[in-house]
């Protein structure tokens, strides 16, 4: 009798905690040890990326009051969407380029203009975005440019940490994203007075909030726990498998998201934790990276198949997974039904773009006119591949194989 796999290998490779890290004394400055990580003046730590980005969405709307629009690429995280429309501003879908998973050039100058108020390109899977178009572009109308990082702690540019070419970054530390107090956020700006403003922005609109720091710090204790292949099935393998039987594949991929999101200081004892995680973190990173290359090298050899890179030159990303375009929609879907609980690390990055959400596209107000048909097909296409280091070179073999018959089957 055949039995359903167990799942050990979660959809990326998040930083395990240590019992150690939970202690309830040590260095409560989080923010400096981050910047001196990072290598930037300074962060600002909030409650989450989709607060973060709230945060420099009401800054910038401060700074540019007439301005009301955000151009975020068409295919991304739907917090994103959510953190637009609670702060009052309209979204603008960005289509994507058909060679590379960032937003298509012309469609995104056809879409700046005196309305614009921020550009968001968005380092997806830790692949680092060429953030120099939107630059451009957002010079030539007098709008921002926001980095969306959240998937990409630790990735650099130039040599420098994605995230400072743009006028303000956003990481994310939730739970799956790497490092993690199991929610929290980033802000980083290269500009001293833009840094000000962001400050100010914080002071004035968050506080603390004792209900929800207890919350998170139970989740965080939980995470600890269970984050380890002997619990994994229990708590993510078999939630999955719930959702798969209901073909529910937003539940599945996670894009299930709460419509409220709240706004409040990260506590003290989080950000112990934190600090004593980090240390940890470049070793883990080192390790993903190494891993990553000889998969990425197989990968490659399969046909039809792509591996996504960084689009942008001289930039060294983060593999907490690997992204693959697959040949097309219906190989991917079968793939994906067949495997998605198999325990072999797959899954998706986000199942659909923006405006096919039946939950969000409500969110988008005359921005799910925008046509973003590549998108779309990428949308279709793309999967992920754990980068876990709990996904065996057997693991992995096995992925291989059941690769290959997905791309060969007619
Ligand atoms: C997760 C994510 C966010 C939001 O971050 P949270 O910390 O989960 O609120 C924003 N953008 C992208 C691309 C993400 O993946």
Redesign the pocket.
Known sequence: MSSLPRVTVPPTAGLPLRLGDLLPWGNANFDDALAQWLGVPAVQLEC????A?MVALRTLKKLAPARNEVIVPAY??P??ALAISQCGLQARLCDLSRDVLDMDETMLRALCSEHTLAIVP?H?GGRVADVRVAQHFAQMVGAYVIE?A??ALGARVHGEAVGMQGDIG?Y???VG?GLTTY???VLIARDPEMRKSLRAMHRRTIGPSLGWELLRSAELVGYAAIYRPATLDWAYGAPLRKSLAEDDWIAAAGDDFDAFIPQHTLGTWRQRVGVRALVRLSAHLLQAHERAQPRIAQLMQLPGVEVVGDMAPDAQGTWPALLLRMPNRAARDALMRAHWASGLGLSLPFVNILSDYVRYAPLLGSAVLDSVMIARDWAQRLISVSNSEWLTDEKFAQLMRTLESAVHEP
């Open positions: 989450s990326g989709t607060s980005l991304t995280c917090l994103v968005t997806l969306d959240a998937q956003i994310s530390l939730a994203k929610e929290g956020g």
